[in-house]
């Protein structure tokens, strides 16, 4: 089954910097695209920022500018570059994907762990 390890999360000051990064492992078959939600206390998750396979990208409005995501297709690794990182940045950030593993029949969704990312002062 296709599993993703996400690192990169922690404590960082008001704007400051950090990297997340999340790497597909498993059965994998083919991905076709990667991304990033989060989920701020009270709040419903969003997409945070998506790249597919051809390396189109989408983000949120909240980060345009200031986050930059990116994928190593062949290490079916997706990475976000949070620059300039404000306290309403702060959630779990989930990594997602969207692919098929080896020997399943249809494309599903796969979820990391979370990673926690506090900006605080």
């Known amino acids: 089954q296709v599993q993703l390890v996400e690192s990169g999360g922690g404590l960082v000051q008001p704007g400051g910097s950090l990297r997340l990064s999340c790497a597909a492992s498993?059965?994998?078959?083919?991905?076709?695209?990667m991304g990033w939600y989060r989920q701020a206390p009270g709040k419903e998750r969003e997409l945070v920022a998506v790249?597919?396979?051809?390396?189109?990208?989408n983000y949120a409005d909240s980060v345009k500018g200031r986050f930059t995501i990116s994928r190593d297709n062949a290490k079916n690794t997706v990475y976000l570059q949070m620059n300039s990182l404000k306290p309403d940045d702060t959630a779990v950030y989930y990594c997602?994907?969207?692919?098929?593993?080896?020997?399943?029949?249809?494309?599903?969704?796969?979820w990391g762990q979370g990673t926690q990312v506090t900006v605080s002062s």
């Open positions: 997602n994907a969207f692919g098929v593993g080896s020997g399943e029949r249809h494309h599903a969704d796969y």
């Open positions: 498993g059965s994998i078959f083919s991905i076709t695209r």
């Open positions: 790249i597919t396979s051809g390396a189109s990208t």
